[in-house]
């Protein structure tokens, strides 16, 4: 069935550090694919989304790009802030299909 | 003005009782959604609405039902509640079932604590 593998969390990471977080997707069809942020006690809103295959997704200074060769969506940024602390879900929704499907989630802490 | 809104934020209850939670968007979007979010962060799906018709209803227990009086409104019925219906459950919303690119738009989350 589709689905969405994120690594597993917490990540935690020195202000101004590089940040990586992998994710990759298996879908039956052609899927658009997005990251959304979950801040606490908030509930999710849409970070980025790309697609189609080779298109890169960016905002606030995090980027992903739509690998269909290894199936993937990894989640960039070049230098973390403290307020970048929260869960970070990928997902992909199929063309005509009925739902989201999201991964497990990843936290960043994020150390000033 | 809230996009998706939902009430209540916090909701403790007691095993057994019957309890609702509320949803409403003003996007005018076609589709709405139930999700539920365990105490890991995890998030399940529990069922999708398309103009007011049912479209998904991912194995959820009998006891929890939907009820969409428009297309704008969502609610959640929960009877006989039990302790593993401890969660967050967020509603969603979309503009179009399965479009392109489609995202969804969130509420706050009503955390339900069943003791």
């Known amino acids: 069935g589709d689905s969405v593998t994120q690594m597993e969390g917490p990540v935690t990471l020195s202000e101004e550090a590089f940040l990586t977080i992998n994710c990759t997707y298996t879908a039956t069809g052609y899927p658009s694919l997005f990251w959304y942020v979950q801040y606490p006690g908030e509930g999710l809103q849409l970070l980025l989304k790309?697609?189609?295959?080779?298109d890169k997704g960016s905002n606030k200074g995090f980027e992903a790009t739509y690998r269909k060769e290894t199936t993937s969506f990894h989640l960039e940024k070049g230098s973390v802030q403290v307020s970048d602390s929260a869960v970070y879900f990928c997902a992909l929704i199929l063309t005509g299909g009925f739902k989201t499907i999201f991964g497990a989630g990843t936290r960043l802490f994020v150390k000033a | 003005d809230t996009a998706v809104s939902q009430t209540p934020k916090y909701l403790v209850t007691q095993m057994g009782n019957d309890k609702s939670i509320k949803c409403e968007q003003n996007?005018?979007?076609?589709?709405m959604y139930w999700y539920k979010q365990d105490s890991k962060k995890f998030l399940k799906i529990m069922f999708s609405y398309n103009n007011k018709e049912l479209i998904i209803n991912e194995t959820v227990p009998n006891r929890f039902s939907p009820k969409s009086p428009d297309k704008a409104h969502l609610n959640l019925h929960i009877n006989s509640l039990e302790l593993g219906d401890s969660a967050v459950y967020f509603c969603?919303?979309?503009?179009?079932?399965?479009?392109?690119?489609?995202?969804?738009?969130f509420g706050q989350g009503t955390r339900l604590t069943v003791v």
């Open positions: 969603a919303s979309s503009l179009r079932q399965g479009a392109l690119g489609t995202e969804a738009f």
């Open positions: 996007l005018g979007h076609d589709t």
């Open positions: 790309a697609t189609k295959a080779d």
